[in-house]
């Protein structure tokens, strides 16, 4: 490893910056990357926004048009905080910790402070790049070159929702940490083998990364031994199922400190075509004669196949769990089964060369997870949390990783814990309840009944992923893209997704089985896992500066808890393909619209749509609208609608100020639902009368034909039905005027989402018996 003493220099200066930024009145606020990125004109692009200058403790704070008395306050409140526990970042109390301990509280104070040179930049992304420039330039070799290297897992969703079993769900999360982990391998041997600092891997998430280092004379033969160890034991283990992509691109200090989109697209190029060429160098091997590999076994298949994934394999040990018979399941989904209700808990990941209790197999490499930290392991990853001590614990070496996590036990839900533990007696042969314990992790039989006694007990499966993020991060921003400005990007962005939707899933009744990079996926309470989509679809708006083009997309499904987890998937990654695929017609944000980004056939591919309530059925409906014959050249209004913009432009009103945005989820979804329940509770009218209604819009789906009489007779019959009750309110028809018996194109395209969403909602929920 390196010499600590190349970057503490540096890490101290910037603390020292830090304390004179908090100390100091009258200075300007870090300003929002997001502003600074987009594809309309520039003179249209979004106005600048603050960020308060919070610490990095667990939360994103979202940015501001203008400082506000919260901004000066939040100042105040940490500038106390530095002065009371780490004594001002004086000499002496800095020279007392360990350079580990130092870079832990750049990150954490200096994340929402303006660098000196670029008011886009924090600076703890500032000292970062220092301090890998320094690594780089300790290195000293004879032709002052550097190396870019990129590095991504392919087959991650095939390996995460590869599973078969209704006992999935304990499986699922403990293999997207799986996935976390072989990231953080596969950067650890990177920075291991170019002898560099954690600062050098200047972006990661997602299951991919970017590494800035120095290029020695056999830096080739180093990437190359990394790809084929590491595929070698991927394959053997996985069969193709998973990969991991290494390219580099040879650069210079003058190249990244000036417009870097040359780099980062000659990158991007080498990355798609390793990407589709997986296990070259193993081929290659072959080929050369320097290793015999096999990718096809000649065994025939054991006599067993596991309940979770579904491997056969000869070579597999298969462990049957105690009084199940036939129920065997392969050592690495037994192991991950295992650690799975340990993962929230877990703050510490040590390296060790032989298995031990609650560890995980990389290649040749051990991963101990641990609670507490331990002083005889050398520590690899390190999960910040809220314990007193855990700063001055820290140990002096792994990378600390600010992100979040979240799950459900049963212990949370309050209403349906105790008959669920009490009937688990009963259910025996049930893998799925047995054993229980009140710290154990909630399984999908239990999320449901959280939906509550009122509403349909099913399981919302949510997907949600940013929109045209390789657009952006190449061709997006206003002005000429620097190795700060990406980072800073990049490094907001990840944010987002690692520590603001674990906070919006707070108290929810969901387990947050993967979210980082640009993307998530969310399984739980179907009413619980809606409210979450709407709140992150809200805040994702709110903390990228309500930039029209910066959108994410997102898909909902609903299904009945005993789906198989691998099908809850694969419908609602269809949900999010349709919401991605809501395109509207390019509105000439710019004069030179034909050479947009964004522009492909007369569309505009801003997506940022929300699907919700998806299903297989909705969706061969609207294929066969779309095969109608219809005029050609003429505008034709779909009636039927699957998803729903976040933000819009009217398409009768363009400006491109931004001023006459239009936001569907909210106006088409939010607003029918909320006046259709709150008139609901006020009449109580039966469900029977959303079933009617949605059958006639089923009608006017599938043939085109809406029978307005047929409106105002069921109307008129809930009317007398009511009055029989002693309830006679017209201006509450008024509502049901406006969304069902005035013909409106866009309202009845759209209204089986909100109609859908009332009728889940007033089903009467079963109690949770045993049978």
């Not at 009145?25 to 979004?46: A, D, P």
């Not at 930049?121 to 320094?134: I, P, W």
Request: hydrophobic share 35%.
């Amino acid at each position: 490893m390196i010499d600590a003493t190349i970057i503490r220099p540096i890490i101290i200066r910037g603390l020292h910056d830090i304390y004179s930024w908090y100390n100091t009145e009258g200075n300007s606020f870090l300003k929002s990357i997001f502003t600074i990125v987009g594809f309309k004109g520039e003179q249209y692009k979004t106005e600048d926004h603050f960020l308060p200058p919070d610490s990095l403790r667990g939360k994103t704070p979202l940015p501001v048009k203008k400082p506000d008395s919260s901004c000066y306050e939040i100042k105040q409140t940490i500038l106390q905080e530095i002065r009371e526990q780490h004594k001002k970042f004086s000499h002496e109390y800095l020279n007392t910790l360990h350079t580990n301990q130092l870079y832990y509280l750049l990150e954490t104070y200096g994340s929402y402070i303006p660098s000196k040179e670029d008011e886009y930049v924090s600076l703890f992304n500032e000292c970062k790049l220092s301090c890998a420039e320094a690594v780089i330039l300790s290195k000293k070799e004879p032709d002052n070159d550097w190396l870019f290297i990129y590095y991504d897992i392919s087959g991650i969703q095939n390996f995460i929702y590869n599973i078969i079993s209704k006992g999935a769900l304990k499986n699922l999360r403990s293999r997207s940490f799986f996935i976390e982990l072989l990231s953080h391998h596969t950067q650890r041997k990177l920075l291991e083998a170019f002898a560099v600092h954690q600062a050098n891997s200047i972006m990661s998430g997602g299951g991919s990364g970017y590494i800035l280092t120095h290029k020695p004379t056999d830096y080739e033969h180093k990437l190359e031994a990394i790809d084929r160890s590491l595929n070698s034991w991927l394959l053997k283990e996985f069969n193709t199922r998973l990969h991991v992509s290494l390219v580099s691109l040879e650069t210079n200090r003058e190249e990244l400190t000036g417009d870097t989109s040359r780099v980062i697209t000659q990158l991007s190029n080498k990355a798609f075509e390793a990407k589709n060429r997986k296990f070259a160098s193993l081929i290659k091997n072959i080929h050369e004669n320097k290793t015999v590999f096999s990718f096809i076994s000649h065994d025939d298949p054991h006599s067993h196949q596991c309940v979770i994934c579904g491997n056969d394999s000869k070579n597999t040990d298969f462990i049957t769990e105690t009084g199940l018979q036939d129920h065997h399941t392969c050592g690495f989904c037994h192991n991950l089964i295992r650690l799975g209700s340990k993962l929230p808990d877990v703050h510490y990941i040590y390296t060790t060369d032989e298995p031990c209790e609650n560890s995980l197999r990389i290649e040749d490499t051990w991963y101990l997870l641990s609670e507490i930290p331990l002083q005889d392991k050398q520590c690899s990853l390190i999960y910040p949390n809220n314990s007193p001590d855990f700063f001055a614990h820290l140990p002096d070496q792994g990378i600390v990783s600010m992100e979040k996590s979240y799950i459900t036990k049963i212990a949370d839900l309050k209403d349906v814990k105790d008959v669920i533990l009490k009937d688990q007696s009963s259910r025996q042969t049930d893998s799925e309840l047995l054993p229980l314990k009140e710290n154990d992790m909630a399984q999908l039989t239990h999320l449901s009944q959280a939906v509550g006694k009122k509403g349909a007990h099913y399981i919302g499966a949510l997907r949600m992923d940013a929109d045209n993020m390789g657009k952006l991060i190449r061709l997006g921003f206003y002005k000429h893209i620097t190795l700060q400005r990406l980072t800073a990007f990049s490094r907001q962005m990840n944010l987002f997704f690692k520590l603001t939707i674990p906070e919006i899933c707070n108290s929810k009744k969901v387990q947050l089985i993967y979210a980082g990079g640009d993307d998530l996926f969310i399984l739980g309470a179907w009413n619980h896992v809606m409210d979450i989509a709407i709140s992150a679809g809200k805040q994702f708006s709110d903390y990228t500066c309500n930039n029209i083009d910066i959108g994410i997309s997102a898909g909902l499904t609903i299904h009945d808890d005993k789906f198989p987890v691998s099908t809850m998937a694969r419908v609602s990654k269809k949900a999010l393909d349709t919401a991605k695929r809501n395109l509207s017609p390019c509105w000439e944000c710019r004069e030179d619209f034909p050479e947009c980004p964004l522009f492909e056939q007369g569309n505009c591919l801003r997506k940022d749509s929300f699907s919700p309530f998806y299903t297989e059925w909705y969706a061969h409906r609207k294929s066969l609208i779309a095969e109608e014959p219809h005029t050609p050249y003429k505008k034709i209004q779909s009636r039927l609608k699957l998803a729903l913009k976040w933000k819009t432009y009217d398409q009768e009103t363009i400006t491109g100020n931004g001023d006459n945005l239009v936001h569907e989820v909210h106006e088409y979804l939010e607003k029918p639902f909320n006046d259709l329940e709150d008139n609901k509770g006020n009449m109580q009218t039966p469900a029977v009368f959303f079933h009617k209604i949605l059958t006639l819009l089923n009608t006017w789906y599938d043939e085109g034909v809406m029978y307005l009489p047929r409106i105002a007779w069921v109307l008129q019959k809930i009317r007398k039905d009511l009055s029989k009750t002693g309830q006679n309110d017209d201006s509450s028809f008024i509502l049901y005027d406006y969304y069902l018996h005035l013909f409106d194109p866009s309202r009845f395209a759209t209204l089986h989402m909100p109609l859908t969403w009332l009728i889940l909602s007033q089903k009467q929920g079963e109690k949770y018996e045993s049978t």
